[in-house]
Antibody, heavy 119, light 107 residues
Framework: EVQLIESGGDLVQPGGSLRLSCAAS????????MNWVRQAPGKGLEWVSY????????YYAESVKGRFTISRDNAKNSLYLQMNSLRAEDTAVYFC????????????WGKGTTVTVSS | DIQMTQSPSTLSASVGDRVTITCRAS??????LAWYQQNPGKAPKLLIY???SLESGVPSRFSGSGSGTEFTLTISSLQPDDFATYYC?????????FGQGTKVEIK
């Protein structure tokens, strides 16, 4: 079964850092683009970041640009999100999601990991 | 950025009802639109892509239509598992954006 499993979510103080991971299995990870999408408590979905299959193309939402860094290790079938200078408004469930071939809709989603930014 | 607006925000319906949700783009996105279903505490699930293509394994009571700036998701006969929140997402160009969601609740 195709699977994405996120980890690394935690309670962190404002200004702190956190690194999220997403482990992929049962598909050829190196051939798919990947995304991070977040959902604040009681709110809708917000796309956060995109990385192409070979890491040559990377995009960020304006709300995280300059603070978050997406990366991937195709040898380890893993996706990462390094989050620095965290703010209260970054509090959310973070999902990793697989892109679809040449398109940017999201075919497969992980169950999410929770990030809480609070003092 | 291109904005996506869904309507209604909440919809009350009964099992067996035909339900339609609308998603409007602030400018043309051709057919670069997807629909997702999300149940509380769960991950979103892809239902429709390219505005009208049904994802494998999704029941045929779900259908999508539209192009340009106006799109609809229709559930032909609402089932108990369908009470959830639905999101549209455009993917024609960066940054990808989601609609604000439509919650389908039991009448």
């Amino acid at each position: 079964e195709v699977q994405l499993i996120e980890s690394g979510g935690d309670l962190v103080q404002p200004g702190g850092s956190l690194r999220l991971s997403c482990a992929a299995s049962e598909f050829t990870f190196s051939t798919y683009s990947m995304n991070w999408v977040r959902q604040a408590p009681g709110k809708g979905l917000e796309w956060v970041s995109y990385i192409s299959a070979g890491s040559s193309t990377i995009y960020y939402a304006e709300s995280v640009k300059g603070r978050f860094t997406i990366s991937r290790d195709n040898a380890k079938n893993s996706l990462y999100l390094q989050m620095n200078s965290l703010r209260a408004e970054d509090t959310a469930v973070y999902f990793c999601a697989r892109g679809s071939g040449s398109y940017a809709y999201m075919e497969v989603w992980g169950k999410g990991t929770t990030v809480t930014v609070s003092s | 950025d291109i904005q996506m607006t869904q309507s209604p925000s909440t919809l009350s319906a009964s099992v067996g009802d035909r339900v339609t949700i609308t998603c409007r783009a602030s400018q043309s996105i051709s057919t670069s639109l997807a629909w997702y279903q999300q149940n509380p505490g769960k991950a979103p699930k892809l239902l429709i892509y390219k505005a009208s293509s049904l994802e494998s394994g999704v029941p045929s009571r779900f259908s999508g239509s539209g192009s340009g700036t106006e799109f609809t998701l229709t559930i032909s006969s609402l089932q108990p598992d369908d009470f959830a929140t639905y999101y549209c997402q455009r993917y024609n160009s960066y940054p990808w954006t989601f609609g604000q969601g439509t919650k389908v609740e039991i009448k």
